[in-house]
């Protein structure tokens, strides 16, 4: 069992849509949760953070945590041709500087 | 403020030779971090270092991968005799003092292909 695992990609969405990415974890000790961006070719970028069950809100990302559940969400609201990316979901692995990344969800906004 | 640069960006070498990839914290960072990403996976932790001292090299291959950062200069992953395995993204990050995994940033990585 893989870690950190990812919904396969590519997701299309059209310009205004949401775009749902999902992702779960193996280990119920980890404690930290990240969403990065990463565009072809450039570094990941982190974008969210979120270390509490609950929803967490910044402009148009919501990250959503569910330890019992061990998963892990991001939405993306009002999207547009800029968040055109690989999002990449990661957590803490057993201290706060390890992460362990899932695959990544390639996001493709349609204008 | 420059980012967390990484060189070359792209490496060819052919099976047995070495590879050195260099990464140049962010100004004011002293703890750096490789990753590596295959093919279709997650980046996977190798290695935590801070001047002049390997924090945490679990995630390293036992043979052939070594990695330093010294007190001068940009910290090194070096890995010797390549095979067609090694192929991979390398990605470096580096943090300030006390930084945990929020206050991670990553370099544009280094592209290894060994033919």
């Known amino acids: 069992q893989k870690e950190v695992e990812q919904n396969s990609g590519p997701l299309s969405v059209p310009e205004g849509a949401i775009a749902s990415l999902n992702c779960t974890y193996s280990d119920r000790g980890s404690q930290s949760f990240f969403w990065y961006r990463q565009y072809s070719g450039k570094s990941p970028e982190l974008i969210m953070s979120?270390?509490?069950?609950g929803d967490k809100e910044d402009g148009r990302f919501t990250a959503q945590l569910n330890k019992a559940s061990q998963y892990v969400s991001l939405l993306i609201r009002d999207s547009q041709p800029s968040d055109s990316a690989t999002y990449l979901c990661a957590v803490t692995l057993g201290s706060d500087y390890k992460l362990s990344f899932g695959a990544g969800t390639t996001v493709t906004v349609r204008a | 403020n420059a980012g967390v640069m990484q060189n070359p960006r792209h490496l060819v070498r052919r099976r047995g030779q070495e590879a050195r990839l260099r990464c140049s914290p962010m100004k004011g960072h002293s703890h750096v971090y490789w990753y590596r990403q295959l093919p279709e996976e997650g980046l996977k932790f190798m290695v935590y270092l801070q001047k002049e001292n390997i924090i945490d090299e679990s995630g390293m291959p036992k043979e052939r991968f070594s990695a330093e950062f010294p007190k001068e200069g940009p910290s090194i992953l070096r890995i010797q005799q390549v095979v067609r395995g090694d192929s991979a993204a390398y990605f470096c990050a580096s943090s300030p003092p006390g930084g945990g995994s929020e206050k991670l940033f990553f370099g544009s990585g280094t592209q290894l292909s060994v033919l």
């Open positions: 979120i270390y509490s069950n």
